[in-house]
């Protein structure tokens, strides 16, 4: 398959691809007076890895993390042209302090507008969810660099996403209009995932569910309707599991999971074109956003081929390929606006 540029057709875009700023690790070298709990970790010559507090496995930069140009060549390969592209899960820095958080994010978020917005990349905003009112300035914030969409964690530092402190926070989210990718965490599952594969295999799902399962039977989700959320990996087992959840709201005297339905979008991220097309079947294809996961190793190699073999027909071929991703993050009126950067990253020059 060979891709093209963004011509007249529609983009094809990808919602859940990984991008690192290339000089963010860096960065981090020269502010090390801003953020002492965050070290790079070397391996011989390179700048192979970084600590920060709440990792219990440290894990090495995986090829292209931090290479537009790497993604640019296997977008061309696989025939996508855009790619939505958030940060490493594994570096969203719940577990700093308060004032650490605070500097950490507003970094991430100023370089990935400085290098990585471009005509094929859409960057995702990260939050300080450590720290309710600094989530909501930096919404606000990104949201005036031209951020029209975060990406959040499925906890944060040790709450669950729907305790009373960060209600707040989803209300500004939903304010500003601003679409939340909930991306589960390697280490945030329970020690029997531990090897096998397990953290990516059923770790990172049983994240998503839980964190989803919450925020419904809670109501954070009816209480702010306007809420835009993407799951990734196709909701992990939350779609299957919906008639149960229907069935525990009857009998838990929780709130209805349907109260909530009207605010999830899923990504293709499930390998088997039987599963993509139970998703669409239950969700709708206006709900389903093209994913790869890349460059991740677990990464879907073949991204376009389960549309296509789903057999979904033409029009929600064209809805999961491009359109939901270009309303979902206002694609063109992302590209459009010119990013109005401070100079917060200058401060470590
Ligand atoms: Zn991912």
Excluded at 73 to 101: C, R, S
Excluded at 241 to 263: C, F, H, K, T, Y
Aim: aromatic share 6%; hydrophobic share 40%.
């Amino acid at each position: 398959m060979t891709g093209s540029p963004i011509a007249n057709r529609s983009p094809v875009i990808d919602a859940h691809g990984h991008l690192v700023p290339p000089s963010l690790l860096s960065r981090i070298g020269a502010a090390r007076r801003f953020l002492p709990d965050v070290e790079v970790v070397r391996h011989g010559d390179r700048l192979s890895a970084l600590s920060m507090p709440g990792l219990d496995v440290i894990r090495p930069v995986v090829e292209g993390l931090t290479d537009p140009s790497f993604a640019e060549q296997w977008m061309n390969e696989h025939g996508i042209d855009g790619q939505v592209v958030a940060t490493w899960a594994d570096w969203f820095g719940y577990e700093l302090g308060a004032a650490q958080g605070a500097y950490w994010t507003r970094l991430v978020n100023d370089l990935q507008m400085e290098e990585l917005r471009s005509k094929r990349f859409l960057p995702l905003a990260i939050l300080p969810l450590q720290d309710t009112a600094a989530s909501i300035a930096e919404a606000a914030r990104a949201h005036d660099l031209g951020y029209r969409a975060v990406t959040i964690g499925c906890s944060a530092a040790g709450d669950e996403l729907d305790n009373v402190r960060l209600e707040p926070v989803w209300e500004a989210l939903a304010g500003l209009g601003l679409g939340v990718v909930m991306h589960p965490s390697y280490h945030a599952t329970d020690q029997r995932t531990s090897g096998l594969g397990l953290p990516n295999t059923v770790g990172r799902p049983h994240d998503t569910d839980i964190a989803v399962a919450r925020l419904l039977f809670s109501g954070v989700l009816k209480r702010n309707p306007g809420t835009k959320l993407l799951l990734m990996h196709g909701g992990g087992s939350i779609p299957l599991l919906w008639g149960r959840l229907q069935r525990n709201a009857a009998i838990a005297g929780v709130e209805d999971p349907d109260s909530g339905r009207q605010s999830l979008w899923l990504d293709t991220v499930v390998y088997r074109p039987d599963a993509l097309r139970f998703l669409v079947n239950e969700f709708g294809s206006d709900r389903v956003l093209l994913g790869s996961d890349h460059p991740f190793p677990i990464r879907d190699p073949e991204p376009l081929a389960i549309v296509k073999n789903a057999n979904l027909g033409q029009r929600a071929e064209a809805q999961i390929l491009s359109t939901n991703a270009q309303e979902f993050f206002q694609w063109h009126d992302v590209r459009a606006r010119e990013p109005q950067l401070p100079a917060t990253h200058k401060e470590i020059a």
